[in-house]
């Protein structure tokens, strides 16, 4: 009797040159056309950004930096100097009042234009008859050019022909030195300021009303809420995020306006309304002798200051979002 061997079958060995192809780890992939066409999206505001933003930035950093003259300024070889330029600007006697104009114009601009802002948009919100056309209206001041609105607020405040003082004399109250009197220039133009903003206010704290749901006002009404608890417990919490941003944009915005205060006062009588943003003008075109590099340092603590209430909000958000 023969006995067979049975030899277990075994499966092929594949060789490695019988493989298929793998893709190389590091292989590039080719661009799809949905990434070329973010890209063409993209180049352009880059290139806007970088040519209208980052290189003045830039410039304006190097302004501050060097000692510059019409001559070096031109031809391109002005020394280096540090910090000399801002040494300067703080050691001059303009800096105090300056400094004590921005805060104060700053400040009573933004108080004022938030809050007629908010009183106004609460009152549009009531959708009334002619409630569109009303608003509508508010944003004249807003469309203006600045040129426009400044000189229409330098005529109405004339000392010798201004309607203002035309009004108070009616009233029997003398008249103002309005733009002439260091006692009234800033106030002057902080009023012309407070008018041109209030537009912008009430139409971001509109948009932000209206997101606001309906019921809970109704919730708040059957609880026997009046309309001053509804604003304070409902209206102004829920607007805060609106707000934050609302102020943050007017704070950058009011902390370089020029155009008005130059046109009405051009930051006097004897600097009674000189600000940041004049002073830097002044120094940088407005003498036979221009100081670009102060002038130049004055612009870079606007910048700072813009920049440190902007991380300010950011780190707020943060923490409210975190929360």
Not at 6 to 16: D, F, N, Q
Not at 151 to 164: A, E, P
Not at 187 to 202: D, E, K, T
Not at 255 to 271: E, N, Q, R, S
Request: charge should be positive.
């Amino acid at each position: 009797m023969s006995h067979t061997t049975k030899v277990p079958h075994r499966r092929p060995v594949r060789l490695a040159s019988d493989a298929a192809p793998t893709a190389h780890p590091r292989a590039r992939r080719r661009p799809t056309s949905q990434q070329w066409a973010a890209w063409g999206f993209l180049t352009p505001v880059t290139l806007y950004l970088v040519l209208f933003y980052a290189y003045p930035l830039y410039r304006n950093i190097d302004l501050s930096l060097r000692n510059y003259t019409v001559r070096s300024f031109v031809q391109g070889d002005a020394p280096f100097t540090g910090l000399a330029n801002y040494r300067t600007v703080f050691d001059d006697p303009t800096f105090a009042p300056a400094l004590l104009h921005t805060v104060v114009f700053t400040s009573v601009c933004l108080v004022f234009q938030y809050a007629i802002g908010l009183a106004l948009a609460v009152f549009f919100n009531q959708r009334f008859r002619l409630s569109a056309t009303l608003r509508a209206l508010f944003l004249v001041p807003w469309l203006l050019p600045l040129i426009v609105s400044a000189s229409t607020w330098s005529w109405m405040l004339n000392s010798d022909s201004g309607v203002v003082n035309a009004v108070l004399h009616a009233v029997g109250i003398g008249p103002v030195n309005w733009l002439t009197a260091p006692g009234w220039s800033l106030a002057s133009v902080i009023i012309a300021n407070i008018w041109i903003g209030v537009p912008f206010n009430l139409v971001v704290l509109h948009s932000g009303l209206q997101s606001i749901p309906a019921s809970l006002y109704e919730a708040a009404a059957l609880d026997g809420a009046n309309a001053w608890q509804r604003f304070w417990r409902i209206t102004f919490p829920l607007l805060r995020p609106v707000s934050a941003i609302t102020l943050l944009l007017g704070l950058v915005y009011t902390l370089k306006v020029f155009d008005i205060i130059w046109i009405m006062t051009k930051g006097g009588p004897a600097d009674s309304s000189t600000t940041f943003a004049t002073w830097s003008y002044q120094l940088g075109f407005g003498n036979l002798l221009p100081a670009f590099g102060p002038g130049a340092a004055v612009g870079n603590l606007l910048v700072v200051a813009a920049l440190v209430f902007g991380l300010v909000y950011v780190r707020v958000q943060r923490k409210q979002a975190l929360s």
